[in-house]
Nanobody
Framework: QVHLAESGGGSAQPGGSLRLSCACSGNVFSIIVMGWYRQAPGKERELVAVKTSGGSTNYADSVNGRFTISRDYAKNTVYLEMNSLKPEDTAVYYC????????????????WGQGTQVTVSS
């Protein structure tokens, strides 16, 4: 069974910083993409940042220039450095991994973490 474990969420003031981490555990052959999504009350889940196995990145316009995603490929871990936080960043942040479980897998699996709350307020 593949599992994603998130940590690092909490409260911060506007302009502050938080660092989220997500570790993938279990038997996995290859992780194609790891990234972060978020969902605020009354809104749909949206992409925050993703990083492929090739190292390319994609950021939401709302966080570009403020957030930085990185991966430790040896540890199957992804991080999200969140700087210059704004109240509108308040949401539940979910880790995501798109992966092949075995070398024989013909299709990928999308695995989601439980989510970690990030609250930005004065």
């Amino acid at each position: 069974q593949v599992h994603l474990a998130e940590s690092g969420g909490g409260s911060a003031q506007p302009g502050g910083s938080l660092r989220l981490s997500c570790a993938c555990s279990g038997n996995v052959f290859s992780i194609i993409v790891m990234g972060w999504y978020r969902q605020a009350p009354g809104k749909e889940r949206e992409l925050v940042a993703v990083k492929t196995s090739g190292g390319s990145t994609n950021y939401a316009d709302s966080v570009n220039g403020r957030f930085t995603i990185s991966r430790d490929y040896a540890k199957n871990t992804v991080y999200l450095e969140m700087n210059s936080l704004k109240p509108e960043d308040t949401a539940v942040y979910y880790c995501n991994a798109r992966l092949y479980v075995t070398p024989e897998s013909r299709t990928f699996d999308d695995i989601w973490g439980q989510g970690t709350q990030v609250t930005v307020s004065s």
